[in-house]
């Protein structure tokens, strides 16, 4: 739903032609990636409050601190638990289990991101795995960004599986009151489909030519992995921890608590029970530290696309587009999926997923009576939901988890350009709504 402000432009301009144009720019400024993506946002939300299209309040209210709540507690969550040694002892082990062969590694750690993302959502699922990954391809030598990559596309195609994996998913679910089971009935089958794709894209595309000195291989091979924990521990904390966080995550809707709340409380316990002991000014170092190491980067770029993306919601620009979606399909219920289904995947490749979702969902309730009733239209609700979720994958902004991997990537010395990714990612993301169309002509239509 639209907010309840009226924004007052400079000169008297419209606020969509504003809020449009400075979105284009900072989409221009990412691509161009000769500024770092967190200093374009913020200058980028800076200037649509300054040109009027928001005010202060507004735009904070723009900003989806869950979102971010949630991101800072996983990172500094991830940030204690590799002090004890804990992704070393998990990266040796997966490449032992590969017997070091880069392609077999590649599909282990794609299904794994793929299957957790189901439980839990692909932001924390990424902000896990990419650690691991990283340790790994150190190991072995051998260029991380392949991994990263498809670990992206694997945690968005995953999160669209359940109810819980992927924020629009839960908000489609909560609005039009479809539950866990349902998201599992309709949507899973075709993911999996989807995935299976995806790994084999990833093989021919990389898998199949990556190799690793034999030397290399069997240093791996040898390795201890018992000896990479340095801190046993902090290991049974950090583990601890994380797995009630993680339990609560797939028990949110049942204890009522935001994802954010439940982050930030394993952070703030982590860090008492790494601390408690140690005198104040040791405490003081590691608690330092611990915040030096969240990626600051990541979560400035987030708040201020955010602010960006809500000017063009408040403009009303969100609205129109999605109207006219929906309003171009007449009774014709077939082809309001198709146009919801592509119409979202591009959209969401462009903007972030979630304002669009939440324009969406009222829409097409209110489109109900058009095509028979609220329980016609329930394939309209897994075209939107296969539409927002994969879409996300058509471009580095497209989806939270992206963002994520990359500001990782970055900060580990790996580049994760815009250009790049998409390259690679849009053709994917293209095939992956190709299969989804003809799923739901041959289910639903």
């Not at 979630?354 to 309730?365: G, Q």
Request: glycine share 8%; proline share 4%.
């Amino acid at each position: 739903m639209i907010p309840h402000f009226t924004p007052h432009v400079l000169f008297g301009l419209d606020p969509i032609w504003v809020s449009t144009a400075m979105l284009c720019l900072t989409y221009g400024a990412i691509v161009w990636d000769q500024v770092n993506r967190a200093v374009v946002a913020l200058i980028a939300a800076g200037g649509v409050v300054l040109a009027g299209a928001l005010d202060q309040a507004e735009a904070l209210n723009g900003v989806d601190w869950n979102t971010i709540g949630t991101l800072t507690g996983l990172m500094i969550i991830v940030s204690i638990a590799q002090r004890s040694g804990v992704f070393q002892y998990i990266a040796i082990r997966s490449a032992q289990l590969a017997r070091a062969h880069p392609a077999a590694l590649l599909l282990l750690l794609q299904l794994v991101t793929f299957i957790v993302s189901a439980l839990l959502n692909n932001i924390t699922t990424v902000l896990l795995v990419a650690p691991v990954t990283l340790a790994i391809t150190r190991e072995l030598r051998i260029p991380p960004y392949p991994f990263l990559f498809g670990e992206v596309l694997a945690s968005n195609i995953g999160g669209a599986a359940t109810l819980i994996g992927d924020p629009p998913n839960i908000m489609i679910g909560s609005l039009a009151g479809l539950d866990f089971n349902a998201f599992l009935v309709h949507v899973a089958p075709v993911v999996v489909v989807i995935e299976a794709v995806q790994l084999l894209f990833t093989h021919l595309v990389w898998g199949r030519g990556a190799r690793a000195s034999d030397d290399n291989r069997q240093r791996v091979l040898a390795m201890d992995a018992k000896a990479a924990v340095v801190d046993r521990p902090l290991l049974l904390q950090s583990v601890a921890v994380l797995a009630l966080v993680i339990a609560a995550l797939i028990f949110q809707t049942t204890i009522r608590l935001e994802s954010a709340t439940l982050a930030m409380g394993g952070a703030a316990l982590l860090m008492l029970l790494e601390n408690w002991q140690h005198h104040p000014d040791e405490q003081a170092d590691k608690v330092s530290r611990t915040f030096t190491e969240v990626e600051w980067t990541t979560i400035f770029f987030f708040i201020g696309l955010f602010i960006v993306v809500h000017a063009v919601e408040v403009s009303g620009l969100l609205q129109l587009v999605a109207g006219r979606l929906v309003a171009a399909t007449g009774d014709n219920l077939a082809m309001a999926g198709a146009i919801i289904l592509w119409g979202s995947a591009f959209f969401s490749a462009l903007i972030d997923n979630i304002p669009f979702v939440a324009t969406m969902i009222p829409l097409i309730k209110s489109a109900a009576p058009a095509y028979g009733g609220p329980r016609q239209i329930e394939p309209l609700w897994w075209c939107l939901s296969l539409g927002a979720c994969l879409g996300g994958n058509g471009t580095l902004i497209g989806a939270s988890a992206n963002l994520t991997v990359a500001g990782i990537a970055e900060r580990n010395g790996v580049a994760f350009g815009f250009v790049k990714f998409t390259l690679y990612a849009l053709p994917m993301m293209i095939v992956s709504i190709l299969i989804c169309q003809v799923y739901v002509w041959l289910r639903y239509f």
